[in-house]
T-cell receptor, first 116, second 110 residues
């Protein structure tokens, strides 16, 4: 079946511009996660959605970052007024058990963001 | 911080040898998972071990968990060039999202 998809796969933007990154989770997965991974580093948790509950935004690094999710489907991560330090791979994952963290997460291929 | 820390940061071995990677964490957990990442893109789940388990096997993978030492190890036996990747441990506690370590970069030389 279809896995997690993300678009675009690569995005180059100028400093100060806004960008939107999209994630399509696996159908039926109630939990959706966004991570950031800088070059050679581990994954940094950003935000997660669990069904209709309020999202856990505790990992968002600044108010320039926001995310939305439509029901239990598509999610969009928006970065406003991008800075060079925002350059990273943004990974989305979904899982079938909301919020527990017990079940395995299925990852998309990521969006590589480069801010020039 | 709950963050897992993998050790070593990088490991280079010959094909056919065994590779051992370690992970340490700081707080109590419900489970620990290992993931693999090729070429800096999406991660693939390898194995999950629950806090009440001590050892688990999956094919050429063997994972141990020592909750008293807050540590886990991942052993890949009879390594292949295709095992070259970064390996991450991730911990879960209650309803918190997974917390990932910085990973071990494994190079298997043919």
């Amino acid at each position: 079946g279809a896995g997690v998809s993300q678009s675009p796969s690569n995005k180059v933007t100028e400093k100060g511009k806004d960008v939107e990154l999209r994630c399509d989770p696996i159908s039926g997965h109630t939990a959706l996660y966004w991570y950031r991974q800088r070059l050679g580093q581990g994954l940094e948790f950003l935000i997660y959605f669990q069904g209709n509950s309020a999202p856990d935004k505790s990992g968002l690094p600044s108010d320039r970052f926001s995310a939305e999710r439509t029901g239990e489907s598509v999610s969009t991560l928006t970065i406003q007024r991008t800075q060079q330090e925002d350059s990273a791979v943004y990974l989305c994952a979904s899982s079938s058990v909301p919020g527990q963290g017990v079940m395995e997460q299925y990852f998309g291929p990521g969006t590589r963001l480069t801010v020039t | 911080s709950q963050q897992g820390e993998e050790d070593p940061q990088a490991l280079s071995i010959q094909e056919g040898e065994n590779a051992t990677m370690n992970c340490s964490y700081k707080t109590s957990i419900n489970n620990l998972q290992w993931y693999r990442q090729n070429s800096g893109r999406g991660l693939v789940h390898l194995i999950l071990i629950r806090s009440n388990e001590r050892e688990k096997h999956s094919g050429r993978l063997r994972v141990t968990l020592d909750t008293s030492k807050k540590s886990s190890s991942l052993l890949i036996t009879a390594s292949r060039a295709a095992d070259t990747a970064s390996y991450f441990c991730a911990t879960s506690r209650g309803n918190t999202p997974l917390v990932f370590g910085k990973g071990t970069r494994l190079s298997v030389i043919a």
